[in-house]
């Protein structure tokens, strides 16, 4: 028998004693209101007749005046419907008795009305026959009240039997229907519960046919299943990750894994052999703790706090001394976000560390910074003479040139400047990478800067009649920075908003202080045709030039390469902000001088 049927039959069963109790009690009300209805009927109709049977006999006690012929009347009607309401044993006989009185007192009156004395001779008879019918229907009402009662107490014991036994059935069903349908349940959660904790072992015990039955083979034949996928799957596991850990292993970079709650979970032996620590003392560990124990992890998670732009401006080269002699790595710190398909959102999962042995690229780009160094040297005297002789042919002291010769030596003459540049900014580039560039830091009045920079730039304004608009307050604190280099920066981007800007526009240059009051921000702001978004961090790539609409190519694609790094030094940072057709905004920041160096400056 299934569930459904056993609580089915549990609910009839359970109607059926709701409906015999009711229909018993109903018949139990109706059988005593009939009793009590033909006890009322019967003899209290005949005791309420005796009675005024006998309030007629008290108004014909009368002696001194004629018979009263209405009460006589009265009482023959009254006789003749206790004659109809004959209900007990030997009333009749008193009823017959009460009329032969009549009969014959009615003779007597026939022939002398006037006599009372005649009436009153038969009195005591009458009252006689008449107390005996109320005795007789009194006697019969309480028999008949009695017997009422008998069978009320016994309808009562039947009912209240009756409702006993609804409800030790009602209780025996609440007890065994909910409990055979939760144990199987408990015994389902149960397994379910070894099932989450991967124990594929906890069957459910199949009784019966019901449907938990048939649930319980469905959920072990799942658990069989659900073994012989863990095993295969454990096996491909376990194939992968050894898999896995051999390309990591084998790797030659270093490579270290952190969670999301900073704890090492992956640690390739490069890396163990790069913090000298062994692998067994990495693993499970904090980044803190370690971080704690060794210098190198405590500089590598350092950059774990950067934020993901700031860490693409930024590539952490790091240097480490290995058997006598210094190697070059550079650190690549990677966020690692997983979709939770469960919250419907992206979540942070852990951080992957590099390190990259760049020793090789270094020399190199050692072997090239000495080859621009010395090229640059070696080519910076060749072209200063050739600009002196070039000045002397355009003076004519060397002789005269006419109007053609003068133009190709200003031809000459110009070029001849701009590879000058280009050797300068070689030989600034080279100074950068190999950090011999020299800085001289003192508190400096950003206000002075900018009007020297406005000032110099006065005779490139004119070609294009451009404007400048010089919008620096003069109680701005002072900064701590270069002055010369801070100045070729200035010039260089007023160079550049001067090539891009249309004729008879307006340049803008504007500086504030920030909203911690620790930096200065200056601002060189332009009209020009902008820059896409996908080259405003290229512009600051070296050699990177990128053409106007009018096919013009900038110089040799390194002032603002140059200019990020003289910034970059003093503590700064350079950006540009730009839309297509809407100008561009080139922004640097300097570090307001401490208390220190404005005591010195003074």
Same mark, same amino acid.
């Given at each position: ?42 003899n209290l109709y005949s005791v309420n007749l005796g009675q005024q049977m006998l !309030? ?9 005046? +004629? ?6 009347? $009265? ?40 006599? +009372? ?8 008879? #009458?009252?006689?026959?008449?107390? %005996? ?20 107490? !016994? ?22 229907? +909910? ?30 046919? =019901? ?21 295969? /799957? ?8 050894? $898999? ?7 790797? =030659?970079?270093?490579?270290? *894994?952190?969670?999301?709650? %900073?704890?090492?979970?992956? &640690?390739?032996?490069?890396?163990? /052999? ?9 693993? @499970? ?24 732009p700031q860490r693409e401006q930024e590539t952490p080269l790091l240097t480490i ?11 690549? &710190? ?48 060749p072209l200063s003479s050739i600009n002196f002789s070039l000045k002397l042919l ?33 030989? =600034? ?20 800067? &900018?009007? #020297?920079?406005?000032?110099?730039? !006065? ?34 981007? *007023? ?51 990128? +053409?106007?609409?009018? @096919?013009?190519? @900038? ?10 790094? #003289? ?20 922004? #640097? ?14």
């Open positions: 028998m299934n569930l459904k049927t056993k609580i089915t039959l549990a609910f009839a069963s359970m109607l059926l004693l709701l409906l015999g109790v009711s229909g018993y009690m109903l018949y139990s009300l109706n059988r005593l209101d009939r009793t009590s209805r033909n006890v009322l009927k019967d !309030q007629t006999l008290d108004q014909l006690q009368v002696r001194e005046a +004629p018979v009263n012929r209405e009460a006589q009347q $009265r009482f023959e009607l009254l006789l003749a419907r206790e004659a109809g309401n004959i209900t007990e044993p030997g009333e009749q006989q008193l009823v017959d008795s009460l009329f032969d009185r009549v009969g014959e007192l009615n003779r007597y009156l026939a022939s002398d009305t006037t006599s +009372p004395q005649i009436w009153s001779a038969h009195m005591a008879s #009458f009252r006689r026959l008449t107390y %005996r019918m109320v005795a007789l229907n009194t006697q019969a009402l309480t028999r008949k009240n009695e017997a009422a009662n008998r069978t009320s107490s !016994q309808q009562t014991r039947y009912v209240l039997a009756l409702l006993t036994f609804a409800v030790l059935v009602a209780l025996l069903f609440v007890l065994s229907v +909910p409990e055979a349908a939760v144990v199987p349940l408990r015994r389902l959660s149960a397994s379910i519960d070894h099932a989450a904790n991967q124990d594929f072992t906890a069957s459910i015990p199949v009784e019966g046919h =019901d449907e938990f039955a048939t649930v319980g083979r469905s959920f072990n034949r799942m658990l069989v299943q659900l073994q012989s996928y863990r095993t295969s /799957t454990l096996a491909e596991l376990m194939a992968e990750r050894n $898999r896995v850990t051999s390309i990591v292993n084998t790797l =030659d970079e270093g490579l270290l *894994l952190i969670d999301q709650n %900073r704890r090492l979970i992956v &640690v390739n032996p490069v890396a163990s /052999t790069l913090l000298a620590m062994p692998t067994e003392k990495l693993l @499970g560990r904090r980044a803190d703790e370690v971080a704690a124990e060794n210098d190198l992890f405590r500089e590598m998670v350092r950059h774990l706090d950067v934020s993901a001394a290995q058997q006598g002699e210094e190697v070059y790595y550079r650190l690549s &710190v990677h966020d690692v976000v997983s979709f939770n398909e469960a919250l419907d959102k992206k979540e942070f999962v852990g951080s992957i560390l590099t390190l990259r042995n760049i020793s090789e690229f270094k020399k190199l780009d050692q072997a090239k910074s000495n080859f621009l160094a010395t090229v640059s040297h070696e080519l910076k005297t355009q003076n004519g002291k060397v002789g005269p040139l006419n109007a053609e010769q003068q133009n190709i030596v200003l031809t000459l003459k110009q070029e001849n400047q701009r590879l000058l540049k280009l050797v300068g900014e070689l030989i =600034d580039v080279s100074r950068l990478e190999s950090g011999n560039i020299q800085l001289n830091f003192q508190p400096s009045h950003m206000h002075d800067i &900018v009007q #020297f920079a406005a000032d110099t730039i !006065q005779l490139q304004l004119k070609p294009k009649q451009l404007t400048l608009d010089v919008q620096v307050p003069a109680n701005l604190p002072p900064v701590r920075a270069d002055i010369e280099k801070t100045t070729w920066v200035l010039l260089n981007l *007023l160079a550049n908003a001067i090539r891009y800007s249309p004729e008879q526009e307006q340049i803008r240059i504007n500086a504030t202080l920030s909203d911690d009051s620790q930096q200065v921000q200056v601002s060189v702001q332009d009209n020009g045709p902008g820059i896409a978004p996908q080259y405003q961090e290229k512009i600051f790539q070296r050699f990177v030039q990128i +053409p106007d609409k009018n @096919g013009y190519k @900038g110089g040799s694609g390194l002032g603002l390469s140059i200019a990020r790094e #003289f910034i970059a030094s003093q503590g700064g940072q350079l950006w540009v902000s730009s839309e297509l057709g809407a100008g561009s905004s080139f922004s #640097f920041t300097l570090p307001v001088a401490s208390r220190t160096d404005t005591l010195t400056y003074r």
